[in-house]
């Protein structure tokens, strides 16, 4: 045994997938992309098997006090199913794995299979497998998706090119205020619990951070306008965090502009005047808000133009690793990447 | 909200399992086998992808206090592969899933991936993905496994036929045994700190426990012989539990005989000796061998009979759900599934 002790928290959650992706090589002919994309990537015959994996834990992932529990099962499929949509692939199968205490009971169960079923239906994934066991304490969700594309339809994150313009599903930064309106609620039940809180003003914040939708609307758009993104990712952690994963990965920097980023009217509201915070901060930082970022040769602009819920945000320059934002007043200052640590 | 509380033990694992796979209909093409076999059956064009998922949750599969965290990533490959053999399949890529928390050092998480990698090297499997996160408390390791298997050559568990032999390959019992051993040990230990376990002598039975592996041999050699069994399972809850999967599945009954079972002699004389217990309950019902139980029709008992860790250990037939046992001393005794359960 080693007598060195080093903390998981210093290398954070992306040190640490670096660390252990940097030891691993491929052996198998099928294994086409390993590690370091939205999904794995294998070969299929006529088209790439899509493989990706996500846990979800309690007490860091959720709250089962203000999360109801179908919604929870929803949300773990549609995280999933996200990762495939960012491969611009379809979802087909997933298996789900439970660990979980006695505190839950078998209703418990039937409504997180409730939620899980339902989002099958929605994206037409098929359950096909899993695993159920108990747990010392908590429940942990773990679901791999399995989804297919066609060789030449895949995406990947390495594929922006200078000039290429940058677009965005969607509006950023709800998902985030959602949870920042559940934890105050939260606390003044806490200290009244004969209080109802009153959600109904903020449904729409609090559903992006409960009811998350994967886009696979957008990955049908893309191909019904004959377009394919020279590189995507899914918007998990948050705008930045996401724009450097592109940066890093195809080896570019970006450039994008705050006035351009898509913020919905209630979420700027309710950060700036409710919670006294940038929302361009949410946007950028907030995370899971599970829209679709993605770049686009500047010729496949004019097939996407009238699209209501794509949207352009900048464009793609060749300093590697040179990632602006201009502000509204015209100023450029450095992006920061935030992401998440749960390992903090 | 209900007002009912049903208890997840009550209906125990396979209960729940039952459950939960009822309310499920498969609607893409692609999804040729759903929940019910060793692992999922997807169409992948020429061969079949075969999709299995374990999960291990500290305190409830391993114990820390005895398990080398370098073994558990080893033995938790092998689960996973093993239930790709299981249906006469060849694994190629892993997913892993850590949930942990902030107890585990970077150490230790290098520790459990050098066990996955050379389990990885072992089985010539490609670790392509995964997710890494915090936990409130403890280890939890899910994994996804994703195999191949040319089309004629898939195995069910619903195949065996009347007449059918019964196989199982290796021998039983000892991963149980090395259980008891090292549950022991910690007994003595925790009264008595400052003395050594002596595991020597059990050396077998503690591997066997610690260092499950899967039978991906018998497969290559189940080919080599020219042989397809007609019906197939991993004993992972022990040979008991598992002639009652085939059983149903196959709709066939079986007929075993207790002096056929394979049991090793470190196994029969710990069990007999020192821990009192019948050898053959621990072959029947201790579960963790990671052994192959298979069923071949007649015709082919030729091309294995010079194997040297293929048994025959009884016949199937027509009358289902009918499991009998013949003792050594020749009487009939019905077979119990004892399985685990967890949830107890």
Request: aromatic share 6%; hydrophobic share 35%; with cysteine.
């Amino acid at each position: 045994m080693s007598e060195t002790r080093s903390e998981i928290s210093q290398l954070g959650e992306f040190g640490l997938i670096d660390r252990i992706s940097k030891k691993i090589n491929l052996q198998n002919p099928s294994s086409i992309k390993g590690i370091g994309d939205d999904a794995a990537v294998l070969d299929g015959g006529e088209d790439y098997t899509l493989i990706s994996t996500d846990l979800l834990a309690e007490g860091i992932h959720f709250d089962l006090s203000y999360t109801p529990i179908q919604h929870l099962g929803y949300k773990a499929v549609s995280v999933n199913v996200s990762d495939i949509a960012a491969m611009n692939g379809k979802a087909e199968q997933i298996v789900v794995s439970l660990a979980l205490s006695n505190r839950f009971s078998v209703e418990a169960v039937d409504a997180l299979y409730d939620g899980i079923r339902a989002a099958c239906e929605h994206y037409k994934v098929d359950l096909v497998g899993g695993d159920t066991t108990s747990s010392r304490s908590g429940l942990v969700i773990s679901i791999t998706v399995i989804g297919k594309v066609r060789k030449e339809r895949i995406v990947y994150r390495s594929g922006a090119k200078p000039n290429d313009i940058i677009c965005v599903t969607g509006d950023l930064g709800a998902a985030y205020l959602g949870l920042q309106i559940l934890e105050r609620e939260k606390e003044v039940f806490k200290s009244n619990p004969g209080m109802q809180p009153s959600l109904d003003k903020y449904e729409y914040l609090v559903g992006r951070q409960l009811k998350s939708i994967a886009r696979t609307d957008i990955i049908f758009d893309l191909e019904e306008a004959g377009v394919r993104p020279t590189s995507m990712i899914d918007i998990s952690d948050g705008l930045a965090s996401e724009l450097f994963h592109i940066g890093k990965n195809s080896n570019v920097g970006v450039r994008i502009y705050e006035d351009k980023i898509p913020v919905d009217e209630l979420t700027y509201n309710t950060a700036a005047l409710e919670f006294k915070i940038d929302p361009v901060t949410c946007a950028l930082n907030g995370g899971e808000d599970y829209e679709l970022l993605f770049t686009i040769p500047q010729t496949d602009l004019e097939k996407l133009k009238n699209h209501p819920d794509i949207h352009t945000i900048g464009y793609v320059h060749d300093k590697a690793n040179e990632h602006t934002l201009i502000t509204k007043q015209g100023n450029a200052v450095a992006l920061k990447a935030q992401g998440w640590n749960h390992f903090g």
